[in-house]
């Protein structure tokens, strides 16, 4: 049973690239949690998907930043324009249902550095 | 605004000393107390939920316990394999997580 699988690990992108950065929950999986760490901090919750909606974006930065979950495919995180503040460690992590019990299965990361 | 703030920010340990982690919150209505370890490069990994004052989970040289303001996470005789980022995390609808302890425990 394959876990939460995120691509790429690494990306690089200049100054005003686009970032697209892709989570396949494990399967059984139907939510999906996006988190962003910056060195030294903790992880900042930015959106909660469900497949085709969008549940809660309020972490999300208002303009550059979308996020989708569509029916068929991964979870992908696109920034737009990106900005040397917007490198960071992306994650990702998924959980079968919304009950609370706190249990999410995270990938491990995508991390990207804005030249 | 709910908040989670964990001490000490870095400890380091000889192996089999052991020691507490604290996690201190203000949330409105807290739906449970999630602790996960993350190594280095990886992502976090699950250990405890606690949802009552007075709880206590267990996992080998783990033990969470919550308290209506706080959490510990209590090392005992700690191994340098258990060294990590232990973070405290209090959920509603999200997840809000400290910045964590990164802890070092030396042979």
């Known amino acids: 049973n394959a876990g939460v699988m995120q691509n790429p690990r690494h990306l690089v992108r200049r100054r005003g690239q686009e970032a697209r950065l892709r989570c396949s929950p494990m399967?059984?999986?139907?939510?999906v949690y996006w988190y962003r760490q910056l060195p030294e901090e903790g992880l900042k919750f930015m959106v909660y998907l469900q497949k085709e909606n969008i549940i809660d974006e309020s972490g999300m930065p208002k303009e550059r930043f979308s996020a989708e979950f569509p029916k068929e495919g991964p979870s992908i995180l696109r920034i737009q324009q990106v900005v040397r503040g917007d490198s960071a460690a992306y994650f990702c992590?998924?959980?079968?249902?919304?009950?609370?019990?706190?249990?999410?299965?995270f990938g491990e990361g995508s991390r990207l550095t804005v030249l | 605004e709910d908040q989670v703030t964990q001490s000490p920010e870095a400890l380091r340990l000889q192996e089999g000393e052991s020691s507490s982690l604290n996690c201190s919150y203000t949330?409105?209505?807290?739906?449970?107390l999630f602790w996960y370890r993350q190594d280095p490069g990886k992502g976090p990994e699950f250990l405890f939920t606690l949802y009552s004052a007075g709880e206590e989970k267990e996992k080998e040289r783990l033990k969470a316990t919550l308290t209506k303001k706080e959490s510990f996470l209590h090392i005992t005789a700690p191994k340098p394999e258990d060294s990590a980022t232990y973070l405290c995390?209090?959920?509603?609808?999200?997840?809000?997580f400290g910045t964590g302890t990164r802890l070092q425990v030396f042979p």
């Open positions: 399967k059984g999986h139907s939510h």
């Open positions: 992590a998924s959980s079968p249902d919304h009950s609370g019990t706190g249990e999410l299965f």
């Open positions: 995390a209090v959920g509603t609808d999200k997840l809000i």
């Open positions: 949330v409105s209505g807290l739906r449970g």
